[in-house]
């Protein structure tokens, strides 16, 4: 099945309790894919077409005040109207998942894929001091199994999950092992993991408000040091990423997505030429990769990041290595994709040493 | 006819003297303090003429800041 | 008799609202919000709701409503109340979902969440103060400032050519497939406040018993903002303001 429709079933079969989106290419399979299964009538999902995204994201504010497991799915010029929402979401430390399945921008852009929505997912994105789990999947399966880890991670942390897909994991098929179904929560199981979701007081004795409003300066400096230190606690346990071929690595390329997928065939065919190059592929875009990154700059003679933008993530590439070897950068943007040719291409053309 | 006697009291340091009760009042019952001050700084309402209250809650229903509890008698024919 | 006399429990007729929290509230001597509040608390006390209640905030003077009625409250981006409590409601059914907006929370950056709110017949309460100006900024113009009304935006007064007309935003609703009970009222008077405490009585009834929308337009006084006293608020606010939105059921199903 498409990415797309992957994220739909991982979603009814997570037990997730509602879904709020609009419509946008290339992305509009996940809505189109959950109103045809009407899992209302069986795991009891809500699932609804919002009027806009702004209206979308702030039905899932809504629905995650509650306690509930809820989401969204956008593109691009979509996640754009959604951020206000988002910084909300962050601010008030509500659990919840966002999927931008990127095309290419700026503004109004193409509807092909893109990688360019980097820095607008790891860096905040909306207003304030703020981050987001940023889950990068390069296959069919991981975005069906991002889902799953995605509200994992939200609900343990308290913050809003993102899988950042571009638009050829959503459109692709592949073959994919959905997750078990599993039961939504109960509103005992919800009262009990989530004490301080607004779901009416129910004899809890006392009120729950979820604001991100705090008029007291010293005040909102502490919510703001509360949030740091939970980012630090993702930062150190929550960094996904996997490596290839970096043993005896020489050069390492960096790329997340599909894009760490046409790498692998340019890295398989430069070995077969017996160039030594490796790949490092982030999983999480935020928590980055960093210690990782640091120590193969120690090792390897330099790093070619490549990515569907103008130069996104190659500055957290250059911030880890911190100057100790030349770092560049191989990007199409517009909705061009590479091939692996011109990805090893670069490589050779920036490190004429290759032969 | 049954008389029906009323009074009211005013939490004086809630009340914010914006004097909607006392317009409110069909019988003249309430006046702002005219020098006194709450902690506040506002010239809270007090009840200037007692015995015309007919507990009607007509000043509680206007004010912002709940800040009037009324009571109410009816009295037997005399 | 004394007042010490009458003053005892038993005589009690009006008490101070239980569920209205202790502390003070920000607003202004005279503001209507204060009106609206306690009217609410008295409602959810009475229909014995509770526990079963989620209020969803504005942002405008309204922003800490949630401060003051003591049931579980959302605070919502401005304008973006209808669609927090969409979702409220959709995922917890049997609980009474309301908001409480401002005219330009509900009538200006929050207009298309309302329209679609109302359209999809959403089973929640839309509690609207409309006072005709922005308060908490500073008195700017609201969708809902009158013609020639001066305000921090329009130091000249309102006019038409640049600024556009008064948004009658309930007229809009109320024609509206899902709404069931669309009504304005005001709470300058007792005779009002009872009148308007009923219509929110019924909004919440019919949230409850899943009829639809309701809209409950509350027109209502800044005298801060419309630099009168409160007293003076209310008799210009019968006199001007109930022209252009007069009181009364627009839909009644």
Known sequence: ???????????????????????????????????????????????????????????????????????????????????????????????????????????????????????????????????????????????????????????????????????????????VVLPPFRPRRTDAEIAAQCPWATTAKRGRGHRNIVTSLEMDSPKMEENNRRFQETYARIQENEVRFQEYYTEDAEYLMVAFGSVARICLKAIEDARAAGIKVGLLRPITLWPFPTKEIAALSRRVKGMLVVELNAGQMIEDVRLATEGRVPVYHFGRMGGMIPNPDEVLDALKKDFPEIK | MAKVKGAVTIDDARCKGCELCVVACPTDVLLLQPKEVNDRGYHFAFAANPDACIGCASCAMVCPDACIEVYRVVLPNS | MTPEEIIKPENKVYARPRLLDDRNTHYCPGCSHGVVHRIIAELIDEMGLEDNTIGVAPVGCAVFAYNYIDVDWVEAAHGRAPAVATALHRLNPDRLVFTYQGDGDLAAIGTAETIHAANRGENIAIIFINNGIYGMTGGQMAPTTLLGMKTATTPYGRRADLNGYPLRITELLAPL?????????????????????????????????????????????????????????????????????????????
């Open chain 3, 177 to 253: 497939d899902g709404t069931c009970y669309v009504t304005r009222q005001a709470v300058h008077t007792p005779a009002a406040v009872r009148k308007a405490k009923a219509a929110i009585k019924k909004a919440f009834q019919n949230a409850l018993d899943g009829r639809g929308t309701s809209v409950v337009e509350i027109v209502s006084t800044c005298n801060s903002g419309w630099k009168m006293s409160p007293a003076k608020s209310n008799e210009w606010m019968a006199e001007h303001m109930f022209e252009r939105y007069p009181l009364g059921d627009l839909k009644n199903i």
């Open chain 1, 1 to 175: 099945m498409k990415g797309n429709e992957a994220i739909a079933h991982a979603a009814i079969r997570y037990g997730v309790d509602g879904y709020f989106g609009y419509p946008i290419t290339p992305q509009s399979e996940v809505l189109e894919t959950l109103e045809d299964e009407q899992p209302w009538d069986t795991t009891g999902m809500v699932v609804l077409q919002a009027e806009s995204e702004v209206a979308a994201i702030n039905m899932v504010y809504g629905g995650a005040s509650s306690g509930k497991a809820v989401m969204t799915s956008s593109s691009s010029p979509g996640v754009s109207l959604k951020q206000e929402g988002i910084s909300y979401i962050a601010a008030a430390e509500l659990p919840a998942l966002i999927v931008n399945v990127m095309r290419g921008g700026p503004g109004l852009g193409t509807i092909q894929p893109s990688q360019a929505d980097y820095f607008q997912a790891t860096k905040g994105g909306g207003h304030g001091d703020y981050h987001l789990i940023v889950l990068s999947p390069a296959t069919v399966q991981e975005m069906a199994d991002f889902v799953g880890l995605g509200f994992d991670l939200a609900f343990k942390y308290r913050t809003p999950a993102m899988i950042l897909a571009d638009g050829i994991v959503g459109q692709m098929m592949e073959k």
